[in-house]
Nanobody, 127 residues
Framework: QVQLVESGGGTVQAGGSLRLSCAASGRTLSNFAVGWFRQAPGKEREFVAMVKRSGSTTNYADYAKGRFTISRDNAKNSLYLQMSSLKPEDTAVYYC????????????????????WGQGTQVTVSS
């Protein structure tokens, strides 16, 4: 089984940047589709971005396009999310997720497609 641990969250002013990291252990992450999700207080968990096993195919939520960049380093067994031009509405707990399910492999942008989750890291954007 794969274990995921996120890091890099924190508090930043609007317009700032943060880089989230997700370190995997237990199995090689290269065999999994991986993604980032977020959940704000009182809201459902929502898709941010995902990258397929090859690393060459990505998918982003509309609000993330042009501001967030997802990447993976299979040699380091890690996943990253570079976030820039952050807005107060980006405030949430950010989770990395992995899956070998067909839905995730095809890029379905839904939490239900993923079955392995990290514990989350808090991102707070102040205005």
């Amino acid at each position: 089984q794969v274990q995921l641990v996120e890091s890099g969250g924190g508090t930043v002013q609007a317009g700032g940047s943060l880089r989230l990291s997700c370190a995997a252990s237990g199995r090689t992450l290269s065999n999994f589709a991986v993604g980032w999700f977020r959940q704000a207080p009182g809201k459902e968990r929502e898709f941010v971005a995902m990258v397929k096993r090859s690393g060459s195919t990505t998918n982003y939520a509309d609000y993330a396009k042009g501001r967030f960049t997802i990447s993976r380093d299979n040699a380091k067994n890690s996943l990253y999310l570079q976030m820039s031009s952050l807005k107060p509405e980006d405030t949430a707990v950010y989770y990395c997720a992995a899956s070998q399910n067909l839905a995730a492999t095809w890029g379905l942008p839904s939490p239900s497609a993923y079955d392995i989750w990290g514990q989350g890291t808090q991102v707070t954007v102040s205005s």
